[in-house]
Nanobody, 123 residues
Framework: QAQLRESGGGSVQAGGSLRLFCTASVYIPGTKCMAWFRQIPGREREGVATFYTRGGQIRYADSVKGRFTISHDNAENTVFLQMNSLKEEDTAMYYC????????????????WGQGTQVTVSS
């Protein structure tokens, strides 16, 4: 069973940057897309950024466009999320995800989840 493991979360002041890492324990055959989601307690998990492994299409939530960048290293089975100009409202648990379907359809189509990494942005 493949596992996803995130790292790179932490605490930062507003305006700062963090880089999240997600490494898959093994190559996951049939993966159509990789994504980052985030969740605040009491709220639904929301998609932040995703890319499709065939064609390279990338999508971002409107709230992070121009500030966050998703990238990947296929050789290392790793996905990155570069987060710049962080805001307090970016505070959340961030999850890496992989799907054989369409990641942007929401959490229900995700096949694999990481355990999450906390990002806290303070003023």
């Amino acid at each position: 069973q493949a596992q996803l493991r995130e790292s790179g979360g932490g605490s930062v002041q507003a305006g700062g940057s963090l880089r999240l890492f997600c490494t898959a324990s093994v190559y996951i055959p049939g993966t159509k897309c990789m994504a980052w989601f985030r969740q605040i307690p009491g709220r639904e998990r929301e998609g932040v950024a995703t890319f499709y492994t065939r064609g390279g299409q990338i999508r971002y939530a409107d709230s992070v466009k121009g500030r966050f960048t998703i990238s990947h290293d296929n050789a290392e089975n790793t996905v990155f999320l570069q987060m710049n100009s962080l805001k307090e409202e970016d505070t959340a648990m961030y999850y890496c995800a992989a799907s054989s379907s369409a990641c942007w359809s929401g959490p229900s189509v995700i096949d694999y989840w990481g355990q999450g990494t906390q990002v806290t942005v303070s003023s």
